[in-house]
Structures are given as C-alpha cells and as structure tokens.
C-alpha cells in the first residue's frame, strides 16, 4: 500500500486569456519541482459567448507547455481533458480532481489505513477563495474513505483585496456559503441533470469514461478491482501513452525508478521488480 504523505496533486485551471492561463501553468510548475507530484490538466472548454486564445480544450494546451517549456514528464500529467464534459467549470473541474484523487489514493472505494494526500489547486489569485472553497468540498466525501486531503491554496488575495478589487468575486463567495447552497449539499444542476460531490458511482464512472476513450478493452470491473500499486503503474502508463501515444521501453523503466524513488510499498510476496514487471506486461495488453 501508499506509504504516508506519499501523494501530491497538482490541478491547473484553465483561463481563456492566454496570459492569466499561462500564468497560472508557471505556478503550477513551481509545485511540480517535488518530482512525485502529478499535474491534474483540467479540460476547460470555453462556452461559445467567450473568445479563447486556444481552439480546444485547455488541457491539452496546459500539458504542452508543461511538457515542452517546463520538461515536466508525460508520466506525471494525468490527462483530465479526456473526461466526459463539454464545457467545464470551476464546480465541474472540482469534482474531476476529486474523481481522480480518489481513484489513485483509493480507488473510490474506503480504505483500512489512512492516506494523507497534499492537493494543491492552482488558478490566479483572485479566484483562489471559490477554488479552494469548491475543491475543499468535492474532496470531503474522500476524508470519510480514509483520504486525509490536505488542500495548499498559495497566493491568494486577501480579503481586504478581494473587497476593494473583485467584489463581484465576493458576492459568489457568499452565495456559496448560503444555506442549502453548494457548500452546505455538495449539489448542483449540469445541463438539467442533477449531480453531486458525493456521488462515489457518478466519479467512478465519469473517470472510466476518460480512460474507456483511450483503452476500450479495459472493463469497468477490471480497474476497480486494482490495488494501490496496481493503480499507480496504471496511471503512469496511461498519462504517457495519452500524452506521447506511444509506450517505450525507456518509458517503462523510467516508471520503475520513479516508484523505486518515491514509494514505499510493502509487498507480501515476490519483489517490487517483478511484481511492477508483471504488471507492466498485463496493462500493456489493454493499450496494444
């Protein structure tokens, strides 16, 4: 199993002006210097009455650059874009970091011991309160799994700043502490269909969706029967095989080192090696 304080996330929301989007990928980039975090490229689609610098969704824009001019590795950025949505938003974003959070430390399913996982939402600072305030809510259902998430929200703006300069920003604020508001239910409406931060069956099957699009053999019962070293390797290979559409042998090995340097798993039979080398060569089989 994860050993503690063994995961680290990092999410990048995305703007439609390029310099506040851009932006906020040179902080995130600061985060992913620890070399175990992985970047949550979030798959902002901007709606048709907005001009977006970038003709798709944002994602893919944020893993080019964080691949290209930052040399993050494709094995660390896990490619939210792919998840089911149209359009996406700061509440809908929120509950894909949740989503795959969950699936990686848990796999959405509770725990015996505890994990504390360090996430780290990143956007400007202006719109760190609603992100904070929404992402500290997707992940509360994840705490009663045995999650510990601990959220890090740097450089946001003060509430003295926030009232003289994005007022509006605090009028939305407050309406999501109103009762019987986000907050407080973890409800909302998406296009007429009612969702929910606490809904483990709609992230289960959201996040399968993303993966399904890439790996149509994988079965839905296959990946929820992984384990937490099954889930890594998983994860790892399917953010390079989306992000550079192939799978080397370099590739592979690289994955052993990045285990071998930072995690701790306790295995009951056979070494580290050969059970990351058997399961290399079972998920292969999904992606060939």
Do not use: Q
């Not at 996406?88 to 699936?103: E, L, R, V």
């Amino acid at each position: 199993m994860f050993n503690n304080n063994s995961l680290h996330f990092v999410s990048i929301e995305g703007n439609w002006e390029k310099y506040l989007h851009e932006e906020r990928i040179a902080n995130a980039a600061i985060a992913l210097t620890n070399n175990n975090s992985f970047a949550i490229a979030s798959g902002t689609n901007s709606p048709p009455e907005y001009a977006s610098f970038f003709n798709g969704k944002l994602g893919v824009y944020t893993r080019d650059i964080l691949m290209h001019d930052y040399n993050i590795p494709a094995m660390r950025i896990i490619p939210a874009f792919l998840f089911p949505y149209n359009l996406t938003y700061t509440i809908i974003d929120a509950f894909t970091n949740a989503s795959i959070i969950g699936w990686i430390s848990c796999g959405l399913k509770k725990r015996v011991n505890k994990i504390n996982v360090t996430f780290e939402p990143n956007t400007s600072a202006f719109h760190w309160g609603r992100v904070e305030l929404i992402n500290n809510r997707a992940c509360e259902y994840l705490r009663k799994l045995n999650v510990n998430v601990n959220l890090l929200c740097k450089n946001k703006d003060s509430k003295i700043e926030m009232n003289n300069k994005f007022r509006e920003e605090n009028v939305r604020l407050s309406a999501l502490h109103s009762k019987g508001g986000l907050l407080e239910t973890g409800k909302w409406t998406d296009n007429g269909r009612d969702r929910s931060f606490d809904d483990i069956c709609d992230m289960k099957v959201d996040l399968f969706k993303a993966i399904h699009s890439t790996l149509p053999s994988l079965s839905l019962d296959e990946s929820n029967a992984f384990e937490d070293l099954d889930r890594l390797v998983f994860i790892l290979l399917w953010n390079i095989y989306v992000n550079c559409k192939k799978i080397s042998n370099n590739d592979v090995e690289d994955i052993f080192y990045f285990i071998d340097d930072n995690y701790a798993f306790k295995l009951s039979e056979g070494n580290i090696s050969s059970r990351i080398n058997n399961l290399v060569k079972s998920i292969m089989l999904y992606i060939n």
